[in-house]
């Protein structure tokens, strides 16, 4: 029965009796709040996927659809979702190895090339060696710097050495 005040107001009215916290007839918002969020938890945790983890039977599906039904379909797709990448990751290794394979036979061919022209030194050489090494055509060059005063040098020292 609700509670009544000397004079005659219902509790929770305003101007009825206090609620306890000072304020004639009004509710505390943060109380409300709680509450709500509670009953919300409460919901939460009688929902049934918490009843199915827990080893509990599921309840009627929404919709009217059967249990297991979109469970299966999803299991299916998802196991050849799985088949699928397993395939695809053994493609993208295949190629990966392959690609590492010819990487490493072109660096052992360049490595032994390069070794054989460092020790491949004999006089009057020098300067087809700095040619091979240098980039002469200044369009093709990427570089930021402009290296065009270095570039003529070695030309003017390849075209009139210097004598010792």
């Known amino acids: 029965m609700a509670e009544v005040d000397p004079f005659g107001a219902p509790a929770g009215t305003p101007g009825g009796p206090a609620l306890g916290n000072g304020v004639a007839g009004e509710e505390d918002p943060a109380a409300a709040f709680l509450a709500q969020q509670e009953s919300e938890i409460a919901g939460i945790e009688n929902d049934e996927a918490f009843a199915i983890l827990d080893g509990g039977a599921p309840g009627p599906q929404p919709h009217g659809e059967p249990p297991g039904g979109p469970d299966a379909n999803s299991r299916m797709q998802e196991a050849e979702w799985k088949e699928k990448a397993i395939k695809e990751l053994e493609e993208w290794y295949a190629r990966q190895d392959e690609q590492l394979q010819k990487t490493k036979a072109n660096n052992r061919a360049a490595e032994e090339a ?38 003529s040098v070695l030309i003017s020292l390849k075209q009139a050495p210097l004598v010792h």
């Open 114 to 151: 390069f070794v054989n022209d460092i020790d491949e030194s004999s006089p009057g050489t020098e300067w087809e060696r700095v040619v091979r090494l240098c980039d002469f055509n200044p369009k093709s060059s990427k570089q930021a710097k402009d290296v065009s005063r270095m570039r």
